[in-house]
């Protein structure tokens, strides 16, 4: 996507790099704070962000706290936390988180929620590049080298998951299920059949690569 900006608010160094790299990875911008106050403090100075990352249990101030703060600038948020109390998580709704993901998560799923969360509030980027090839969301268009390329439908929704989830493999289910829907009867040879036509159409046989016994990667 082209590179909303997203702010991290997690006091493990490892939990918090993994998720910036993975999100770098599917083209956003992120900030990470390992405290809480400091993540506060900061927003004084710049709150220029599409949506808000917080883990409860923090230094400083604690992310029910940070979640008000944040909100005063019009920031989505969603909270990561091992924190699984139906108590905890009532809270965090009720406070005006958009969204409560209990540790550990599928990186995937986060990405899947983040889309749904800045899509909700009218924040997500309608245009994603990768290689010589754009795509607008909004106008429903893909264009290489600047001149258009007719998809299908379906050719188009199968292309947007791969690029939302660029450098990641994807299983041939889960390509289903994200772009059929899960009501859909139906072999995954469906999937193969209109990974093919992406690959002639847009000149992507090096980038869409197959992953024995799981499903595609695109590769940039």
């Not at 800045?118 to 980027?125: C, F, G």
């Not at 990641?168 to 289903?176: F, G, K, T, V, Y």
Request: some cysteine; overall charge negative; aromatic content about 6%.
């Amino acid at each position: 996507m082209s590179e909303n900006k997203i702010l991290i608010v997690e006091d493990e160094e490892s939990i918090a790099k993994m998720i910036a790299m993975n999100l770098k990875v599917a083209n956003y911008k992120t900030q990470i704070y390992y405290d809480g106050t400091e993540a506060a403090d900061s927003l004084k100075e710049n709150h220029d962000y599409d949506l808000a990352l917080l883990d409860i249990m923090l230094p400083g101030i604690d992310g029910f706290e940070l979640l008000d703060i944040v909100r005063k600038y019009d920031i989505p948020v969603i909270f990561l936390t091992a924190k699984n109390d139906i108590d905890s998580k009532v809270q965090g709704l009720k406070g005006g988180a958009e969204d409560y993901i209990v540790k550990p998560f599928d990186i995937l799923e986060l990405l899947v929620r983040m889309e749904k969360v800045l899509e909700r509030t009218n924040k997500l980027s309608n245009v994603a590049t990768f290689c010589n090839i754009e795509m607008n969301f909004e106008e429903h268009t893909v264009r290489k080298d600047g001149k258009e390329v007719l998809l299908k439908p379906m050719e188009f929704d199968l292309l947007a998951v791969l690029v939302k989830n660029k450098n990641i493999a994807i299983s041939r289910e889960n390509l289903l299920k994200n772009v059929w829907g899960t009501d859909f009867i139906g072999e995954t040879r469906t999937v193969d059949v209109h990974i093919g036509q992406l690959r002639k159409k847009l000149g992507l046989g090096e980038n869409i690569k197959t992953i024995p016994k799981i499903g595609y990667r695109l590769e940039e």
